[in-house]
């Protein structure tokens, strides 16, 4: 499509709508504003008009600004609730410091369309300063601000850490395959936390397949948009469109959960059961490494490694690790403490509490490179045994994994 007859033919341009849902009312909550243009009743994206950088801004703006007056005129008849996603390039606010923006913002303020209800959507390559005082700007107006198409690599962090978004967009587009890479999930994880702690809100988006959804709501999204929910369309719908299925759905991915908590905990209380039972047999000892290797006998194929340390996370006794059908006693980790690792103190005083021990999240192990889960159990006030579990102990119990 030729820049120049985008430019001659404005009252070709129009825009289109992608709803988003939430996870907290099944319903619609926004819409995702896009630009189309009608070539002879043949509809086509402008999203590679916007993006062209060969393009004056003043051009593009122009066109973007078509697209966004007729998309607020229809918008004056949507719920005074309902959110506007706007896209605009981060180079194109600041050309004119951003002020033209917010005169068209409030234009429509009188129509009814308060700016509290605008989420700006910033994609940007690198955080800039300026950027980010330009947006505190918009805030003070009620504007929310999300970032869609993080940065490469681990910049998004930083960007997310500079803007405080209001909303963070999450691409499940690598996540086309039924096995994603195992490091893809820690990623978001590490995002979904990331969130929780500025006050973000996750909108997950190209939501395809229904384990897409499934992966979002795990996640950590309140908010969805994609294909398998709605596709962009020129017109606004009914809010309570998927409200039945949407609940039906996530019905669905409760019980399962549920399902695999459940697992989790009857594991975990078999543990406790099983490992009462040996450290009371050998009360009498109190030798660590004795009781490591009475442990050990009763745990083959079930315990990588297995050590004790006291209430402050110094080892008390050596590392008992499995190397091939032995055990192999490790000295040279006396003494290492060990109160460092994350939530390793609150463990600590959960297991003093509780008079009980704990079952670890997945993780992989640092030595070994394996996949593994850790059940800790309070022996006494003091002592604290730890039991690193195999592989092939999680795998024969698939809901571990
Ligand atoms: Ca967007």
Known sequence: MDALDILTNL????????????????????????????????????????????????????????????????????????????????????????????????????????????????????????????????????????????????????????????????????????????????????????????????????IEMVYQLQFAWQHGARYYQGYYLEKPISNFITRDILKDKLKAEFHEFIIYEKKKLESVFQVTERFQTKIQEIINKNRKTMNFELLLKALGKELDQVALRMYICDEDGFQLSPNMLKKGIDWEMQPEYMRKNWSWRPYFLENMIRMRNDKKGLLSDLYCDIETGEITRTFSYPINAHEYLFIDLTYDFLYKNDTLL
């Not at 300026?130 to 947006?135: A, F, K």
């Not at 107006?141 to 999300?146: H, L, M, N, Q, T």
């Not at 850490?161 to 978001?188: C, E, F, H, T, W």
Request: proline share 5%; net charge negative.
């Open 11 to 206: 009252n070709r341009c129009f825009p289109y709508f992608q709803p988003v849902f939430s996870a907290d009312e099944h319903r619609v909550i926004g819409y995702e504003i896009f630009g189309r243009y009608n070539d002879n009743g043949q509809v086509i994206s402008l999203g590679s008009f916007f993006q062209d950088k060969s393009i004056p801004d003043e051009y593009r703006l122009e066109v973007d600004n078509a697209v966004l007056t007729k998309a607020f005129e229809l918008a004056t008849e949507l719920d005074k609730d309902v959110l506007l996603f706007v896209n605009r390039d981060a180079d194109l606010l600041i050309h004119d410091s951003g002020e033209a923006f917010l005169q068209f913002l409030q234009q429509f303020q009188e129509k009814g369309i308060s700016l509290k209800r605008i989420v700006l959507e910033i994609s940007m390559d690198e955080p800039k300063d300026e950027m980010d005082h330009l947006l505190n700007y918009y805030r003070t107006f009620g504007i929310k601000i999300a970032i869609d198409k993080l940065g490469e690599g681990s910049s998004f962090l930083d960007q997310i850490g500079q803007l405080k978004p209001d909303i963070v967009k999450v691409d499940l587009m690598p996540l086309r395959s039924m096995n994603p890479p195992p490091a893809y999930k820690d990623i978001l994880y590490s995002l979904s936390i990331l969130a929780r702690k500025i006050g973000a809100t996750l909108l997950f988006k190209n």
